[in-house]
């Protein structure tokens, strides 16, 4: 019997969906249940009486922010959280590893715990698993959660490995530093996504008088297959008898698919988050309704819904309230979205005990993911062309694959941009995942991230990173440090071309290409997602803009583009970035390249392999290298010796007066004394 009574009602057929029901120091629940986000102590524009209206059972405080602000003091003080914010019914509190893992670069992490500096009067704390307990326990929440270390569930194997097996013995700690409390406690399953480590983290932690699991380490840079896919897994491996939270997640298609995979409990900011973009969910799908085709709607925002938004007002008012970015509209669709939220969770219960949840999750599997049904918005169709000129524009043409995705190719040369692997996966996994772009982003702060795209082509890469910042958002992150992409290029007639055929380029299904053919720049709604064209010779260019922290270099190969791939190119580019923690990633691997790289002064690691290579090039700047931050496997004396016997050490067009020199940059580069034969 663990503190909670849990207990299990009914099981769906054809699926792991589960009805349960447990009973909490204040509140009996029943599941699948959704917990709205009050980071600090209240949901953002809602107050406590309007959330028990939408059915709201739990709610979610954070743990890191409140020791923070107020202070275990206050809540001693007063007699726990549920009398300081008038709420009656249950609060889980997660413990704040989350919070530790969003601030990279202003903490350190060890066996104790967490150092790190308060944002709010910038003195230290160190945040351990039983002064984590000790303040849940000052917060008097009724769920607590132990403190584990999240990490990107991208990490290589060693790091997810390390992060795990701390989290397990902090997991311990904690359990001994809740001593007698009637708080019921959760421990985190991590293991990014990683098969045995997920197994072994769940094995583990069941081994321990826990009175609930989370699946932790997920929504944190994963693919939607993967997150499900590992969520399935998780579940599946953890104890029938208690209950099972997927923290952090998500939309509403990501709590059906979760439920169907046998999750129990939910958080997630997006209701009231994706509120304040005047985005609604409803039994017809989602709705932007600051788009212009709801400026005189009459009906409400939901025809099915019975919240107190949808029984007052009509979507034109709730159009006009943000489209004049008036507080009042993000606060009447935080009221709709969370009404939507608990609604969602109680069909699905209904279902599950009648027994017809493998029914309905196929039917709501379609609606959850349509946008604006009535109203739905479409890319510009291409004008049609005669043949000749629909194919080709300029010195560019367009060229089918054998496995059937489309790309650019250069008439002159007959080379093709991304031609053995579809180029929306080349750009994703080369540039977007491989720089760590997301990671860098959910660092915050309001300093720009400042990315480099040289070589512009079809957009591939400037939109993959576009994405990546607008995915973080969907998903309820905010606090995004601003991105600012300059692209430079010097012929846009392959983008055009592939504007001219938007459905086989699915990836400009966006304004921003639109903009920067156009105006030459782009930026989101909010100013802090900025997309900025040099057009013309990118080394005539680069020196107006800001240095770079992240460079896709991506011009076409130096047989075609020999300037872009010379020394004078690499040292022009150390010159405009060394000064910064910068890494540069580029498809190529040739030795000529690699000489030119490390002799204009960068450090070099291996990269991804990519379909026709077996690796690739990322160039690190020398703070970059200092701190080597992401664990870049540099290049060692193998490749040295290598470079040593190669008949092309250097450059085919390298001055002869040079060469000695160049040797010589090469051979005494620092590179080889750090690293190991």
């Known amino acids: 019997m663990t503190r909670l009574n849990f207990r299990v009602e009914a099981k769906a057929s054809g699926s792991r969906a589960r009805a349960c029901r447990f009973r909490t120091l204040h509140s009996e629940v029943e599941t699948p249940i959704f917990m709205p986000v009050g980071t600090q102590a209240t949901v953002k524009g809602v ?21 923070l602000r107020p202070g275990a003091a206050v809540f001693e003080r007063m007699g726990g959280i549920h009398k300081f914010t008038s709420w009656e019914k249950s609060f889980l509190t997660d413990s704040g590893g989350f919070q530790i893992f ?18 709010v009067d910038g003195t230290e704390h160190l945040l351990t698993p039983e002064r984590s307990i000790g303040m849940q326990r000052s917060i008097g929440s009724d769920i607590m959660m132990v403190l584990d270390q999240c990490v990107p569930s991208t990490s290589d194997y060693s790091v997810a490995k390390a992060a795990m097996e701390l989290t397990h013995r902090w997991a311990r700690r904690s359990l001994i530093a809740r001593e007698d409390s009637p708080q019921s406690l959760f421990g985190i399953v991590q293991g990014a996504c990683y098969e045995d480590l997920r197994r072994q983290s769940a094995a583990t932690l069941s081994e321990m008088p826990f009175d609930g699991f989370a699946i932790g380490g997920l929504a944190v840079g994963e693919t939607k297959a993967e997150r499900e896919d590992f969520c399935e897994l998780t579940a599946n491996l953890l104890p029938e008898h208690l209950p099972r939270y997927l923290m952090g ?19 997630c900011i997006i209701p009231t988050a994706h509120a304040q973009q005047s985005v609604a969910y409803t039994t017809e799908g989602q ?29 034109a008012y709730i159009h006009h309230l943000c489209k004049a970015s008036e507080g009042l509209g993000s606060q009447l669709l935080s009221i709709h979205n969370l009404h939507f939220y608990q609604d969602l969770m109680r069909r699905m219960r209904e279902h599950i005990i009648n027994d017809t949840f493998a029914a309905f999750y196929r039917e709501q599997r379609e609606v959850l993911v349509t946008r ?41 040369s007959g080379e093709v941009m991304h031609s053995f692997v579809h180029p929306d996966e080349e750009a994703r996994l080369l540039y977007a995942e491989q720089s760590h772009l997301s990671h860098r982003l959910r660092e915050g702060g309001d300093a720009p991230l400042v990315l480099w795209d040289v070589g512009l082509g079809a957009a591939h890469n400037a939109m993959a990173a576009i994405r990546v910042y607008e995915g973080l958002l969907a998903d309820g992150h905010t606090g995004l440090k601003p991105l600012h992409i300059h692209s430079y290029e010097n012929d846009l007639d392959s983008l055009r071309l592939a504007m001219d055929h938007l459905l086989k380029f699915k990836h400009l299904w966006h304004s921003g290409p639109t903009h920067i053919l156009r105006k030459g720049e782009w930026s989101s709604a909010d100013g802090r997602l900025v997309w900025k064209l040099w057009e013309g010779e990118a080394l005539e260019q680069m020196p107006q803009a800001p240095a770079p922290h992240i460079v896709f270099y991506d011009p076409f190969s130096a047989k075609t583009n020999g300037p872009m791939w010379s020394l004078e ?42 379909a026709a290579k077996s690796d690739t090039t990322i160039a690190l700047t020398p703070r970059m290298a200092q701190i080597n931050s992401f664990q870049r496997e540099l290049l060692d004396q193998n490749w040295f010796g290598r470079w040593e016997r190669s008949d092309r050490p250097y450059p085919e067009n390298l001055d002869a007066g040079l060469i000695p020199w160049f040797l010589g940059q090469v051979r005494q580069h620092p590179q080889w004394i750090r690293t190991p034969s």
């Open 47 to 67: 107050k406590p009486e309007e959330l028990a209206a939408t059915g709201a059972n739990i709610l979610l405080a954070n743990t890191y922010h409140l020791m």
């Open 102 to 119: 969003s601030l990279p670069n202003s903490r350190t992490m060890g066996e104790d715990g967490a150092r790190f500096r308060s944002y």
């Open 249 to 267: 997640v998500g939309t509403p298609i990501d709590l059906l698919e979760a439920v169907h995979r046998g999750v129990d409990m939910f958080d």
């Open 287 to 315: 709705l932007r309704l600051e788009r212009g085709v709801y400026k005189f709607g009459e009906e409400k925002v939901d025809p099915n819904c019975s919240c107190y938004t949808c029984q007052r007002y009509s979507r």
């Open 372 to 412: 604006d049904r009535d109203f739905p918005a479409k890319p510009t169709k291409p004008k049609r062309k005669p043949r000749e000129a629909a194919r080709q524009r300029g010195d560019y043409q367009l060229i089918e694959s054998t496995q059937g995705f489309f790309s650019i190719g250069q008439c002159s």
């Open 569 to 610: 190119a690499f040292q022009k580019l150390y010159g405009l970035c060394h000064e910064q923690a910068a890494e540069i990633f580029t498809y190529s691997a040739s030795t000529p390249v690699r000489a030119s790289l490390l002799a204009a002064g960068f450090t070099l690691a291996k990269g991804r392999p990519s």
